[in-house]
């Protein structure tokens, strides 16, 4: 019997990434540039996508999900990276932040009110934790929600470096209810475009993942009802970690799917780039570049999918999340780095892609936990 559950869930993966590799060569690749130099946030696509059921992957179906598991998750966003970073950015955050939020820790109503459109793409989801003054010191944020006589609450601060920030439906936002720097002193809000006091601030003009819209959110006398409180008081950076934790599968995904279209892009002009009469692969300084790329590639690989696994047997991931992470997105930087070498000078100009899986794979060693902050964590869990 695991055997058959096995094979059923190779043939699932494989579909899937048939049918996203499709989408994306069809309605992605002709426009990566495009959106690239014009910052243009593709919410048309990434509703596409919801119709895929893409939206909601890891939404069980009774809510309008798909009901997949983190393989089949990761295969989705290793594909739409292999052709642009951004996207594969935006449909992460949704999935993994936001909507993923609201799943693992909502009450039954607020799942039905908002999975169903998160899931379908109706609605695109923004998750706020980083603030201007508090990246990976969050426990210190300064957005504040003032709890009112009536017993519903007062939102004032801001957010920002937030994906779908201004475009956001909904947003999943961890504010301090409780005095800096203590344990349990945040508590997570849903918050729906729309609200009075909310509104989309300053939008980041960015090195990469260009397409993937970076804004500010901004809170001012914003009135949130108790009914919008997701779990218990107190308990939102707890449950950010938590959800992090699956953040950086997804992050992870992400950084494979750049390092194998900046290889996969290489290894093709490799074999067809001809100097003194020859393919420059058959050259011992490219093939053992090409060799050490495609090592590392598949070394993140086996790490996401251990960590994967982990997941979907709802076993502890904090350490292999991090280290998956950690180590993908470094690959993803080395990787591409490598590309624009191989190519030469046509690496470095923008008829080529390798240039931007470049630009966009920086962002990975930065965003949902730097790093350094992966160190952090796993050494806290090997100690």
């Not at 006091?197 to 006398?221: H, N, V, W």
């Amino acid at each position: 019997m695991t055997t058959e559950i096995a094979e059923n869930q190779v043939d699932t993966v494989q579909l899937i990434r048939e049918s996203v590799r499709d989408f994306a060569d069809r309605h992605i690749a002709p426009h990566v540039r495009e959106w690239d130099e014009q910052q243009h946030f593709p919410a048309d696509e990434l509703r596409q996508l919801g119709t895929l059921g893409l939206m909601g992957m890891l939404v069980p179906e009774a809510y309008g999900g798909a009901g997949l598991g983190y393989h089949e998750y990761v295969a989705a966003i290793v594909e739409l990276s292999k052709v642009d970073g951004s996207v594969g950015l935006s449909m992460a955050a949704h999935n993994s932040l936001c909507t993923n939020h609201i799943l693992m820790f909502g009450t039954e109503t607020q799942k039905q009110t908002y999975l169903p459109k998160l899931a379908s793409g109706e609605h695109i989801g923004a998750w706020g934790l980083t603030e201007p003054n508090t990246g990976s010191d969050a426990g210190n944020m300064r957005t504040r929600a003032v709890r009112q006589a009536n017993g519903d609450w007062l939102l004032n601060g801001a957010k920002n470096f937030i994906t779908h920030g201004r475009s956001g439906n909904v947003a999943v936002v961890i504010a301090r209810t409780g005095e800096p720097n203590t344990s349990r002193n945040a508590t997570a809000f849903i918050v729906e475009r729309g609200t009075p006091g909310f509104r989309g601030g300053k939008k980041e003009d960015k090195l990469g993942m260009r397409a993937s819209e970076t804004a500010e959110m901004i809170f001012e006398d914003c009135h949130i009802p108790d009914s919008q409180r997701l779990g218990e008081v107190g308990e939102g950076f707890v449950q950010s970690l938590k959800i992090l934790d699956g953040g950086r599968i997804s992050i992870a995904a992400l950084s494979l799917g750049i390092a194998m279209g900046a290889y996969e892009a290489a290894l093709a002009y490799a074999q067809e780039r001809q100097q003194f009469g020859q393919p420059i692969f058959n050259f011992q300084g490219i093939s053992f570049k090409l060799a050490d790329m495609a090592t590392d590639i598949e070394a993140a690989r086996l790490l996401i999918e251990h960590a994967s696994d982990l997941k979907n047997q709802h076993k502890p991931v904090t350490k292999i999340s991090a280290m998956a992470k950690l180590f993908a997105s470094e690959v993803s930087v080395r990787v591409s780095n490598e590309a624009i070498q191989i190519l030469g000078g046509y690496g470095y100009i923008k008829d080529y892609p390798v240039e931007k899986f470049y630009r966009d794979a920086k962002l990975c060693t930065i965003g949902e936990g730097t790093s350094e902050i992966q160190k952090v964590v796993i050494a806290r869990h090997i100690m």
